[in-house]
């Protein structure tokens, strides 16, 4: 308190019962975004709200960038609805292991990974379950271990491509390792062979041009 008897600002702490205003205020901002959206992205918004929640009772649903975001002490994931689709993002996704393949290269960025859903994507609840359930039992220290290790296994197909290709080599060698792991899990989590080989092909059309493979997408 200072001498004219006012609290400074930096000594006003937010009450409980103003805590649980914000929230319910945020909670209202989401049943509405919600609500007033067309069917196919209204029912695929309010199924990853559910599954979220499920995924642990200490997981708070706030409000920023104009979106649905959730969180505990740190940032797990978003949705957003668009006119075509929605889309999911793990905000820590770069250490995700995707285990069922179901992040989409074409919205990628740095550390984000993001899922998209269109009119007749079928959602497996249990595999989203999965994925909540790894990003919200990543602790800190897992994540500085992983990018301290900075290993990652290249597809044989790549590794004998690099060889035949000096400059696609050279430029794969130079780039950083996240941008490394994208190019590698790109050719390696396609199913098929011939899917391999398609993805094989551009990969070594970016590399020669020295691109990193989320600059060649747009979300």
């Known amino acids: ?7 400074e600002p930096s000594y006003i ?3 409980f019962s103003i805590l649980i205003r914000i929230t319910y205020l945020y909670n209202n901002f989401i049943d509405q975004y919600i609500e007033n959206l067309p069917s196919f992205s209204n029912e695929i918004c ?5 599954i979220i ?4 009772v200490t997981i708070i649903e706030d409000w920023k960038w104009n979106i649905p975001i959730f969180h505990t002490n740190k940032m797990i994931c978003g ?17 995700m292991s995707d285990q069922h393949h179901l992040f989409s290269f074409d919205c ?8 998209k859903f269109e009119v007749n994507s079928k959602i497996n609840k249990a595999h989203l379950l999965d994925y909540f359930k790894e990003s919200f039992f990543m602790k800190e ?6 990018s301290e290790i900075k290993e990652i296994e290249i597809p044989e197909l790549l590794k004998i491509a690099l060889e ?6 050279t430029n794969f060698e130079n780039m950083a390792f996240t941008y490394k792991k994208e190019y590698a899990l790109h050719i390696s989590n396609a199913k098929r062979e011939a899917t391999k080989i398609s993805r094989l092909e551009k990969v070594i059309s970016y590399l020669e041009q020295n691109i990193k493979m989320h600059e060649q997408y747009k979300c």
Do not use: Y
């Open 53 to 56: 929640h499920k995924t642990d």
């Open 79 to 95: 949705f957003a609805a668009f006119k075509n689709h929605v889309s999911l993002t793990f905000f820590n996704g770069v250490e």
């Open 164 to 169: 035949k290709n000096k400059v696609a080599k």
């Open 108 to 115: 990628n960025a740095q550390k984000t990974r993001t899922i």
């Open 1 to 7: 308190m200072t001498l004219s008897g006012r609290l």
């Open 141 to 146: 220290s897992n994540i500085k271990k992983k």
């Open 46 to 50: 309010s199924t990853l709200r559910t």
């Open 13 to 15: 702490q937010p009450s």
